[in-house]
């Protein structure tokens, strides 16, 4: 598991990821999936804040 960078408003790179549209998510969680939310978890616990 890792600590992922979290994307923030002030970077404009970011700021275009985030006002991407995403796509669905479908079929079976993969393992790939069950890592990605691994890693979510870990960035948030990781970051100060109150959530993801």
Request: cysteine-free.
């Amino acid at each position: 598991m890792a600590v992922r960078r979290i994307l923030t408003i002030d970077n404009a790179a970011d700021l275009a990821v985030l006002k991407q549209i995403s796509a669905p998510v479908e079929g079976p969680v993969t393992d790939e999936l069950r890592r990605l939310m691994d890693d979510m978890l870990d960035t948030m616990y990781a970051a100060p804040g109150i959530g993801l």
